[in-house]
Every structure is written in C-alpha cells, then in structure tokens.
C-alpha cells in the first residue's frame, strides 16, 4: 500500500486559504439559508461554511442573484439564525490519493473509519473534465466475473457501463457484493448513495472483507445526510475512478443507487428554484445522470478503463419511470431483476429475457454466440406458452419448439442460478449442457416427464 509523503502535507498547506470572503444569513425559508455579502465571489456548486451552535457545517449554493445567495447547508436548520456568518469556501474539489486504498470516505475525501487521512497533491473539479470521444478507445475485452449468468449470456467487458435495475429487496445489492469480490480489476471504487447506515460496516466487514477492501475506496453518504452531499457522493466517487484510469488502472466503479442520487439532485434542484416537470423529476435530471455515466467507460492513450456498474430501484418493476429510461438510453446494457422470479427462490433474480448485454456479438465467439443465441430462443419459447404449461393445458408433442423449451427450462434455469464457475469457458460448457436432453429419447417422452416434474415444482 502506498505511504503517506511530504508531497502529501505540503499539498494541504498549499491548498489551505488564510483569509476568504464572509456573508451572513439574512432569511431562512423552504430549507435554504439566504445570505448577503457574497454574491460578487460566490459561484454555482461553491462550497460554505457555515457557524453552528456546535462549530461549523457545510453548505452548497444553489441559487445566486445579484443581492444575495441561496445555501443548501449540511446540516438540519435547527440553531442557526439571522446574522450567523457564513464564509466561501470556493468551488467543490477533492484530491485523491493512491494511499485512499483500504480506506472508507465521505463525499468531501474525510475518513469515516477513524483513522487519518491525507489528501493527494492534485485537487480535482467534482465536475470532471470530458474525454474527447474521438480519441476514447473502444470497449475491451471480456471480464471474468464468477457468475455463470454474466460470463455468457450476459457478458461484461472492460470499460462497459451497466445497468442494474431492481425494485427492493430483490437481490440487487448482493448481485452488487459479488461482482465487487470477483470481476478482476485493479481498483475498485464503491459509491454508497443514500444507504442505511448499518449497510456501511456491514459492506465492509462482512460482505467485501480485509481481502476485498485490500483493492477498494468506498465513498458513503448514508440516508440520513442532506441531499447535497447525497449528489456529491456519486460525483466524488467518480473523481477517485478517474484518478486511478489517469494512471493506466483497470478500474470497477459501482454506484448504489442513481435513483437516490437523481432523488438527492430533484430536492437541490427543487430548492433552486426549477419546477419539476419530468414525472416529479426537474429537467437537468437527464443531463445530470447522462453527464455522471459518461465520464466511466474506456480511457484514451496510456489511460485505463472505468467499468462501472449502476443500480437503479424501480418502484413496481416500471422500467419506462425517468430514471430508468434516461439510463436504459445511455448505457452498455442492462440487467433486469424480477420480483416473481425471487419470490419462488431463485437467485440471482435475474429476467434474461428483459436483459441485454450491448457488448455482444463482439464480447464472444460465433460458437458462443450461437449458444447464447439458443438459451434465449428457449426461453422465449417457454415464456410465451407459461401460461398454458402451468395451467395444464398444453399437451406434449403439440409443438416441436415448446417440448424443447420445456425440457431445457429447468436446466437453464439452474445455470442462471450458478454463482460458482473457473472462468468463461467452463461457464460455457455449463451452459451447452442445458441441450444435451434434446438429443436423448423421444420428444414426446421427454416433453412428458419434464411437465410432470414442472408440476410437482409448481
């Protein structure tokens, strides 16, 4: 692990102000502190600081007029009055530093593990700074990631963006654990959006472990913080991803939620003023969310990849709500999680029929492209006659394609289930077992035997 240098102290001398520009609050309405003093320093996105009755707290603006200012603070509103000085901080950076490895940190680079930690010596714009698009390499090649599921049917790809798309309670953020224990990258960055705060330790002790921490920085803002640093979150996540691309690092970003985070932007929006216009959602939603997915992806020249990986809960599994369509339009592929398939115990709840992984056909061979290719035509095949296979009205023998589906369901829905492979290609072999019964005995007698186990199962 990295050590902690001069460069390292030297940076936050060299950083730190003597002297900024002081306001004070003169009204307090719908959330907002309004203060006078700083309209002529201040600009959007700047950060405050704010006097409490307990010391200080921070604060972002959100609105500027050429009187006075508008101040999402940090903190609740109670204490604070007319007349509390309020200085400017200035715009919203964060440093990161390769000694952030290991470790557990707030939206503003402060350590929530008790245990010091020093900035880096290049402070970075939360914003970010575009790549050129002509310039962006493509996406690379296939991960390793320990789940059947996502080695074939649904294959992830070294600067892929994906989308995960679940209601609650349904397996999204174990899905989220595993793919952070087991897809090889060199970092792992961990954005926590609104979580509990239970969650946090949890995550950490018991899901990732000394192994798995060993290669991550985790970024949290739990339920309870304001929405400002909700936003923040996911943006200063971002900017530890791409300190680590910059230095030619194969880097695994996994933001949870962007439906928190578009929650968190729609109440800083709210609060500025915009009208909420996009089904509860303000209009920069789009742009805000399209901007955040856009900076991961490949790298260009010598820099490394961002794989990111976001969930987004979608209440009722409606995946035309804003958020979900703004991203099903703007990234990779998505992976869809369904409530009934969990209900019956299968896990990962994973709907293949509803999922696609963009990187194909390009991310396998034409053999592999032919056997996913087949997994999807039988499953297809037993969705449409469900209804009549369940119900017992469908007579074996009565379509070629449907006795096929019938008999490879079972297995194929095992091999979803899988959690445990070597690689791709035993995921592979995994998978052209599911067709070997089509080969064996008579259509109709296997088509019989499978209806007759399917309704001892149901």
Same mark, same amino acid.
């Given at each position: 692990?990295?050590?902690?240098?001069?460069?390292?102290?030297?940076?936050?001398?060299?950083?730190?102000?003597?002297?900024?520009?002081?306001?004070?609050?003169?009204?307090?309405?719908? /959330?907002?502190?309004? @203060?006078?003093?700083?309209?002529?320093?201040?600009?959007?996105?700047?950060? @405050?600081?704010?006097?409490?009755?307990?010391?200080?707290?921070?604060?972002?603006?959100?609105?500027?007029?050429?009187?006075?200012?508008?101040?999402?603070?940090?903190?609740?509103?109670?204490?604070?009055?007319?007349?509390?000085?309020?200085?400017?901080?200035?715009?919203?950076?964060?440093?990161?530093?390769?000694?952030?490895?290991?470790?557990?940190?707030?939206?503003?680079?402060?350590?929530?593990?008790?245990?010091?930690?020093? +900035?880096?010596?290049?402070?970075?714009?939360?914003? /970010?700074?575009?790549? #050129?698009?002509?310039?962006?390499?493509?996406?690379?090649?296939?991960?390793?990631?320990?789940? &059947?599921?996502?080695?074939?049917?649904?294959?992830?790809?070294? !600067?892929?963006?994906?989308?995960?798309? %679940?209601?609650?309670?349904?397996?999204?953020?174990?899905?989220?654990?595993?793919?952070?224990?087991?897809?090889?990258?060199?970092?792992?960055?961990?954005?926590?959006?609104?979580?509990?705060?239970?969650?946090?330790?949890?995550?950490?002790?018991? @899901?990732?472990?000394?192994?798995?921490?060993?290669?991550?920085?985790?970024?949290?803002?739990?339920?309870?913080?304001?929405?400002?640093?909700?936003?923040? &979150?996911?943006?200063?996540?971002?900017?530890? %991803?791409? *300190?680590?691309?910059?230095?030619?690092?194969?880097?695994?970003?996994?933001?949870?939620?962007?439906?928190?985070?578009?929650?968190?932007?729609?109440?800083?929006?709210?609060?500025?003023?915009?009208?909420?216009?996009?089904?509860?959602? +303000?209009?920069?939603?789009?742009?805000?969310?399209?901007?955040? &997915?856009?900076?991961?992806?490949? !790298?260009?020249?010598?820099?490394?990849?961002?794989?990111?990986?976001?969930?987004?809960?979608?209440? /009722?599994?409606?995946?035309?709500? +804003?958020?979900?369509?703004?991203?099903?339009?703007?990234?990779?592929? *998505?992976?869809?999680?369904?409530?009934?398939?969990?209900?019956?115990?299968?896990?990962?709840?994973?709907?293949?029929?509803?999922?696609?992984?963009? %990187?194909?056909?390009?991310?396998?061979?034409?053999?592999?492209?032919?056997?996913?290719?087949?997994?999807?035509?039988?499953?297809?095949?037993?969705?449409?006659?469900?209804?009549?296979?369940?119900?017992?009205?469908?007579?074996? /023998?009565?379509?070629?394609?449907?006795?096929?589906?019938?008999?490879?369901?079972?297995?194929?829905?095992?091999?979803?289930?899988?959690?445990?492979?070597?690689?791709?290609?035993?995921?592979?072999?995994?998978?052209?077992? &599911?067709?070997?019964?089509?080969?064996?005995?008579?259509?109709?007698? #296997?088509?019989?035997?499978?209806?007759?186990?399917?309704?001892?199962?149901?």
């Amino acid at each position: 692990m990295a050590q902690v240098g001069f460069e390292n102290v030297l940076g936050v001398v060299e950083t730190t102000s003597v002297s900024c520009p002081v306001g004070r609050i003169i009204a307090i309405e719908d /959330g907002r502190l309004i @203060v006078g003093g700083l309209s002529q320093f201040a600009a959007m996105g700047d950060l @405050v600081r704010i006097q409490t009755p307990d010391g200080f707290a921070r604060g972002e603006i959100v609105r500027i007029d050429d009187q006075k200012i508008a101040v999402l603070p940090d903190v609740p509103l109670e204490g604070l009055g007319i007349g509390v000085r309020v200085a400017l901080l200035g715009a919203a950076k964060l440093a990161p530093d390769d000694t952030w490895i290991g470790r557990v940190i707030d939206p503003y680079g402060e350590p929530l593990d008790n245990k010091p930690l020093l +900035p880096g010596t290049m402070p970075r714009r939360l914003t /970010g700074k575009p790549l #050129n698009p002509t310039t962006r390499r493509g996406l690379g090649t296939r991960l390793e990631t320990g789940l &059947c599921v996502f080695n074939t049917l649904l294959p992830i790809v070294r !600067g892929q963006r994906l989308g995960l798309f %679940a209601g609650s309670g349904v397996g999204k953020s174990t899905i989220m654990a595993m793919l952070a224990q087991r897809i090889s990258a060199d970092v792992v960055v961990i954005a926590m959006v609104g979580e509990r705060g239970r969650e946090v330790r949890e995550f950490v002790e018991r @899901v990732l472990g000394p192994q798995g921490m060993a290669r991550t920085v985790i970024v949290a803002a739990t339920s309870d913080r304001s929405a400002a640093l909700r936003r923040r &979150c996911a943006l200063a996540a971002m900017t530890v %991803a791409e *300190h680590f691309r910059d230095q030619g690092k194969q880097v695994l970003l996994l933001a949870d939620s962007i439906t928190r985070l578009a929650d968190a932007h729609r109440e800083i929006a709210v609060s500025g003023g915009e009208s909420a216009s996009l089904r509860g959602y +303000p209009p920069t939603t789009a742009s805000m969310i399209t901007t955040l &997915c856009e900076r991961a992806g490949p !790298g260009e020249g010598q820099m490394g990849d961002i794989t990111a990986i976001f969930t987004v809960l979608v209440a /009722g599994s409606d995946m035309e709500e +804003p958020v979900a369509d703004i991203l099903r339009g703007v990234l990779d592929g *998505h992976v869809v999680l369904d409530r009934r398939i969990a209900e019956r115990g299968r896990f990962p709840a994973i709907d293949v029929l509803r999922s696609v992984s963009r %990187a194909l056909p390009l991310a396998a061979t034409e053999a592999e492209n032919k056997l996913i290719a087949e997994a999807r035509r039988m499953l297809g095949a037993y969705e449409r006659a469900e209804l009549m296979i369940q119900s017992g009205l469908y007579a074996a /023998g009565s379509d070629a394609a449907i006795d096929a589906a019938i008999i490879a369901w079972p297995k194929l829905d095992q091999f979803v289930a899988q959690r445990e492979t070597q690689n791709s290609e035993a995921s592979f072999a995994s998978l052209a077992q &599911c067709f070997d019964a089509k080969s064996k005995g008579t259509q109709k007698g #296997n088509g019989d035997a499978a209806l007759a186990t399917m309704a001892q199962n149901q």
